[in-house]
């Protein structure tokens, strides 16, 4: 379950201890040599961010354009950047928000993570668009393509560039976005849950002032005095970092293996085609709790449903906006209680149910069983129901 959407590892090594280093900042950016590639997106004005895509063939990529191949007058906006972030500017966000994500070490000899899932082999490029060669970027003994994320809501001049390619548009259809590759799906999740984050948050929470972005955008800065800043002042605060917020989803079995519990939640309507989507039990882990306790407790407040055994399996990034999915199975003993169902509880679901095991095997290998549906291939709900169908929840 390594290979999941949104969660696919790949050659990009993040470097975290990297982006409060403003030389190496500088030089991923500035070096007329630099190999480093650029993701973009956009707000929409309704509290929400999108990227830029390319589109070919019916098929949906995430664009990525090299620093160093853009116009001179461009280039001198990412320059701009890189003297703001090194003095921590209050003008920083003003016509760009951008963030280092790392160095993609596919194609060395040597890396510091061993992953030879290449993070480019599955991308495109507009139409007209010529990639350069440049030689691997190189600081210290670290080396790769450096990569950024990058919010162009606030240059007109980058939005038109970026439009100006024929095949390129800002996608901000979810649907749309689940047919990207998994390796491009990956940056996607990672570079979406920072520029959504720096979107949401623009004024400190402790004092109400501007906050900036530092540490190449990973990090939120407050300029007012630590005796004035209650949040600035105290021992430990994480409010100056991203939050993830986790979620539970459970694949419910019986304890002879023989029944699935899934359940249609109300958000998900017929479709088209006369289906309703049977999936996983799923809700937020509450504050103080572990993942043992919040999984036992969202089987029983959708389903009704009392399970005693709780093990972990896999979990999946889920960028909307910026949730990880821990992924669960729990055992529910038939004893004439234990399996009853009632949906009344919290009225998350418009149905429920224990399916065959066949049953689901039937849904899996695409035939048909009443109105049912099952969650998309490679979401981390399709591969929970596949495990529990297929005997591996053990």
């Keep these: 379950m390594a290979d999941i959407f949104f969660g696919t590892t790949t050659t990009l090594n993040r470097f975290s201890f990297l982006r409060s280093n403003p030389d190496f900042i500088s030089k991923t950016v500035t070096d007329p040599e630099s190999p480093a590639r650029l993701v973009f997106y956009k707000q929409d004005g309704k509290n929400g961010i999108h990227p830029?895509?390319?589109?070919?063939?019916s098929q949906l990529g995430l664009l990525n354009l090299q620093v160093n191949s853009l116009p001179g007058s461009l280039k001198s906006i990412f320059h701009k950047w890189v003297e703001d972030n090194k003095s921590k500017s209050l003008e920083i966000r003003n016509q760009i928000t951008m963030v280092f994500l790392g160095l993609d070490e596919d194609g060395l000899d040597e890396k510091f993570l061993f992953n030879d899932n290449s993070l480019s082999k599955s991308f495109k490029y507009p139409t007209g668009y010529k990639v350069q060669s440049y030689p691997k970027f190189k600081y210290d003994k670290f080396q790769g393509t450096p990569y950024f994320s990058v919010d162009v809501t606030h240059s007109r001049e980058l939005q038109d560039y970026l439009l100006s390619y024929q095949d390129v548009k800002v996608e901000n259809n979810m649907l749309s976005l689940l047919t990207m590759s998994k390796n491009e799906s990956s940056l996607f999740a990672y570079s979406k849950m920072y520029m959504d984050w720096l979107m949401r948050n623009k004024f400190c929470p402790g004092c109400g002032s501007k906050v900036v972005p530092v540490d190449a955008g990973t990090r939120l800065f407050c300029h007012t005095?630590?005796?004035?800043?209650p949040v600035k002042s105290s021992s430990v605060s994480n409010v100056c970092f991203p939050r993830t917020d986790p979620v539970i989803i459970v694949g419910a079995i019986s304890a002879d293996g023989k029944k699935i519990l899934l359940g249609n939640n109300k958000?998900?309507?017929?479709?088209?085609?006369?289906?309703?989507?049977?999936?996983?039990?799923?809700?937020f882990m509450e504050p103080?709790?572990?993942?043992?306790?919040?999984?036992?407790?969202?089987i029983w407040e959708e389903t009704g449903?009392?399970?005693?055994?709780?093990?972990?399996?896999?979990?999946?990034?889920?960028?909307?906006?910026?949730?990880?999915?821990?992924?669960?199975?729990?055992?529910?003993?038939?004893?004439?209680?234990?399996?009853?169902?009632?949906?009344?509880?919290d009225n998350e679901l418009s149905d429920c149910r224990w399916f065959d095991v066949e049953d689901v095997k039937t849904l899996?290998?695409?035939?048909?069983?009443?109105?049912?549906s099952l969650p998309m291939e490679g979401s981390i709900a399709y591969e929970l129901i596949k495990s529990l169908a297929n005997g591996k929840h053990q």
């Design 52 to 57: 830029f895509l390319i589109e070919q063939d």
């Design 288 to 298: 103080g709790e572990t993942i043992e306790e919040s999984t036992l407790r969202e």
């Design 364 to 372: 899996i290998n695409n035939g048909e069983v009443e109105d049912i």
């Design 225 to 229: 005095p630590a005796n004035e800043c």
């Design 305 to 345: 449903c009392s399970a005693r055994e709780v093990r972990i399996a896999s979990s999946q990034p889920w960028p909307f906006p910026a949730n990880l999915m821990i992924g669960c199975f729990g055992v529910v003993h038939f004893d004439g209680i234990s399996e009853i169902i009632n949906t009344s509880l």
């Design 267 to 283: 958000r998900h309507p017929v479709t088209t085609a006369g289906k309703r989507m049977f999936s996983c039990i799923a809700g």
